[in-house]
DNA sequence: TGAACTGTATTAGCCACATAATACGGTTAT
DNA sequence: ATAACCGTATTATGTGGCTAATACAGTTCA
């Protein structure tokens, strides 16, 4: 069974993307493994003291993403094949970030100058999100 | 007089953020030179048909940025100069790399796990410029 | 001075999003 | 069959960001 032991309290974003986030590293660490059995909704809900639709949110995500599959009014198992999960996201995501790389080799910055704007641009997001503002 | 003729009639995201991305492309691009006085918000919001509060949210962010200047009461004019140029370029930059911060954030990526990635395609794209396979 | 501009501040409406309340329908074990 | 679970759909509420409506205040020039 899939455990919510270690779900930390508080946490930034939107509750239900810190549930997938959290079910995400336990596929990629390895805590999850194929076939483990998901806790319900409500159970979820209760140990995190929110609503159950809030729980549906995130698996509904997580099934969307291939990583758990449900079955109407039976329980809910996790799908764990960490290669070709892990691998179609980076993919996904690369494609994304591969286009900025380019445009930003093409503009003549270097790569050191672009990994320092992203990790400034990544704590800069993460505070933006914290507080709800802009700049 | 700064023009805001080819303003594009649509596009992604809020219109106070398009105003201020056309007017840092107009710096970049050296359409906008120093001194250039800036259409009043009364104008421009008329031009786009908007409400000229808009337009001082992106005028004000602009003034923030180093791009232009106001004077209460008076006219506004834009700011060119090396440093304004390179504040433009790098902030057309850090939003598109921004965009990509969020996605993966909102994706549960770690920040190492996008450090590396980006370190990764980075590399990747490097050599395939070499081997002439550039886009 | 005063008219016609200018920039700026305050307030309210609207809409998207996260979350909750509630209800409905399916599965399973007894 | 039926109780006790399960997943799912619909609707309502609260909050924050974007935009608008309106009013206020400063500059310029005849």
Redesign the pocket.
């Known amino acids: 069974m899939v455990s919510f032991a270690g779900f930390p309290p508080e946490g930034e974003?939107?509750?239900?993307?810190?549930i997938v986030r959290f079910i995400r590293a336990g596929v990629a660490a390895g805590t999850v493994v194929d076939g483990d059995e998901?806790?319900?909704?409500?159970?979820v809900?209760a140990t995190l003291?929110?609503?159950?639709?809030?729980v549906?949110?995130a698996?509904?995500m997580l099934?969307e993403e291939g990583l758990m599959v449900?079955?109407?009014?039976?329980?809910?198992f996790a799908v764990v094949t960490p290669e070709s999960v892990d691998a179609a996201r980076a993919r996904l995501q690369a494609e994304e970030i591969g286009r900025v790389v380019s445009a930003l080799r093409r503009s003549g910055m270097e790569k050191s100058e672009a990994m320092a704007l992203l990790s400034r641009l990544w704590d800069q997001d993460e505070q933006a999100e914290e507080r709800?503002?802009?700049e």
Request: net charge positive.
């Open positions: 974003g939107p509750i239900y993307l810190r998901m806790p319900s909704r409500r159970v809900s003291g929110v609503n159950p639709n809030t549906q949110k698996y509904k099934e449900s079955r109407s009014g039976a329980k809910s709800g503002e802009s």
